[in-house]
Nanobody, 129 residues
Framework: QVQLVESGGGLVQAGGSLRVSCAASGRTFSSYAMAWFRQAPRREREFVAGINWSGANAYYADSVKGRFTISRDNAKNTVYLQMNSLKPEDTAVYYC??????????????????????WGQGTQVTVSS
């Protein structure tokens, strides 16, 4: 069982930066690939970024590539999403998710929300214009 708790959301002006964090419980965090998804009002939840168990491979949605960076610290059981050059269209609730994959991963797998076993409660990110 893994519990995920996001933090770090808030209100930021367009062009600004924000870092959200996701702390995981349990002793097997390094066995899980992690990802960030987001859901804006009246829209379906969408993949933002994913990272494999070791942090060696990261994948991004085209809409955030070059602006967002996902990283993880397995010693702290935490995954991060650094968001730069934020746009009003980045406004959403951001969720972290975990799936037990110890080994290689791919964009196709990590971007598929049906693959994930555990979800956090979400943190609101609002970007004002």
């Amino acid at each position: 069982q893994v519990q995920l708790v996001e933090s770090g959301g808030g209100l930021v002006q367009a062009g600004g930066s924000l870092r959200v964090s996701c702390a995981a419980s349990g002793r097997t965090f390094s066995s899980y690939a992690m990802a960030w998804f987001r859901q804006a009002p009246r829209r379906e939840r969408e993949f933002v970024a994913g990272i494999n168990w070791s942090g060696a491979n990261a994948y991004y949605a085209d809409s955030v590539k070059g602006r967002f960076t996902i990283s993880r610290d397995n010693a702290k059981n935490t995954v991060y999403l650094q968001m730069n050059s934020l746009k009003p269209e980045d406004t959403a609730v951001y969720y972290c998710a975990a799936v037990r994959i110890y080994g290689s991963s791919s964009y196709r797998v990590l971007s598929d929300e049906s693959k994930y076993d555990y979800w956090g409660q979400g943190t609101q990110v609002t970007v004002s214009s």
